[in-house]
């Protein structure tokens, strides 16, 4: 290698080690503030999600039923932290809410559209209860 190559070697290696130790920060930090892990983690499944739902516009699938489906999920999945955040003493609340979105993720594209209305409505059910059974 000549005077130029090594140089610019030597940048790379520098520039390298500076975000192998940003990135350890980084880490640090999500560490010690989970709410960011989870705001960045999240991001990606809604990516994955889009996606998906992209996929399926394309293949004449029926899409907007597939991102209802996953704003249900999310729905589903704030329910049970607010239950879980007021401490719910009905532990059958909680169970029934995570049995209900394991049922909403299992069910297939092809039968959503048809199901979907009972979804809605047992979120609906399910949200009376956590406010009314669950200290504030």
């Given at each position: 290698m000549d005077k130029e190559m090594k140089q610019i070697f030597k940048n790379n290696?520098?520039?390298?080690?500076?975000w192998i130790i940003l990135l350890f920060f980084c880490f640090l930090y999500t560490q010690k503030y989970p709410a960011e892990k989870i705001a960045i983690f999240s991001g990606f499944?809604?990516?994955v999600q889009r996606v998906e739902i992209i996929f399926n516009k394309f293949m004449n699938d029926n899409s907007d039923s597939l991102k209802?489906?996953?704003d249900y999920e999310k729905a589903y999945e704030e329910l049970i932290?607010?239950?879980e955040a007021n401490s719910c003493?009905?532990?059958q609340l909680i169970q029934e809410l995570k049995d209900t979105l394991t049922s909403l993720q299992n069910e297939p594209i092809k039968t959503i559209q048809d199901v979907m209305p009972w979804y809605i409505r047992k979120a609906n059910e399910l949200k009376n209860r956590v406010s009314k059974e669950c200290k504030n």
């Open positions: 290696v520098i520039k390298f080690i500076i499944e809604v990516m209802n489906k996953f932290r607010i239950a003493e009905d532990p």
